[in-house]
């Protein structure tokens, strides 16, 4: 069974540019996670689907991060424009259901933003 | 002060002994995760338990409701456990959870 996919794994933009971010879950898991993880800490969440809804976005920088998830499998995060302190590793995980489940996560995207 | 603490923030231990990471919570939680994160970042789900141990080969993981602290033990220690290890709580309304995560114990085991 295929694991998370996320691509690209590395991305390097100058500051003031967009940048997207693909990640394709675990077939069959309505739990979709982005986390953004700064360099020696945890991993923070960025957003939560259930299918294609947004149920936990409250950490999210709206002013220039954006996510869709539009038939419930795929997602993809936005950086509009991109800052330095933007830099980071994007992480993408899955879970079957939403409480006390198992996440699975994606190899992660570096993103380095000059 | 952060909603989960993680110590050490660094061991170094030598092929074979056993080692212990700890985590201490501030809040109520449903559940809580141990999780291993390898260089290059992917990052792999140990246990997950919200009562007593759990047991996997040669790691333990334990939870104390009560005291609001968990521990994970690596038996016979080998370098290719080097790795962070990272605790996070689960928490949040009935429909769904959120992860809060420490910032993880660097583990190196020497041979």
């Known amino acids: 069974e295929a694991g998370v996919v996320q691509s690209p794994r590395y991305k390097i933009i100058e500051k003031k540019q967009p940048v997207a971010f693909w990640c394709n879950p675990i077939?069959?898991?309505?739990?979709l996670y982005w986390y953004r993880q700064n360099l020696g800490q945890g991993p923070e969440l960025l957003i939560r689907?259930?299918?294609?809804?947004?149920?936990?976005d409250s950490q999210l920088p709206k002013d220039r991060f954006s996510a869709e998830r539009l038939k419930g499998v795929d997602s993809t995060l936005k950086i509009q424009p991109a800052e330095l302190g933007d830099s980071a590793v994007y992480l993408c995980?899955?879970?079957?259901?939403?409480?006390?489940?198992?996440?699975?996560f994606g190899p992660g995207t570096r993103l380095l933003v000059l | 002060k952060n909603e989960v603490e993680q110590s050490p923030q660094n061991l170094t231990a030598q092929e074979g002994e056993f080692i212990t990471i700890n985590c201490s919570y501030s809040v109520g939680i449903s559940a809580l995760h141990w999780l291993q994160q390898h260089p290059g970042g992917g990052i792999v789900s140990l246990f997950m338990l919200s009562s007593g141990k759990k047991k996997h080969g040669r790691l333990i993981a334990t939870i104390n409701i009560q005291e609001k602290h968990s521990s994970l033990h690596i038996t016979a220690s080998h370098p290719r456990d080097s790795a962070v290890y990272i605790c996070?709580?689960?928490?949040?309304?009935?429909?769904?959870?959120?992860?809060?995560f420490g910032e993880g114990t660097q583990l190196t085991v020497n041979p």
């Open positions: 689907y259930e299918n294609e809804e947004a149920v936990d």
């Open positions: 996070a709580v689960e928490s949040g309304e009935t429909s769904g959870s959120r992860l809060t």
């Open positions: 077939s069959g898991h309505n739990t």
């Open positions: 995980a899955s879970s079957f259901g939403g409480k006390r489940e198992t996440q699975y």
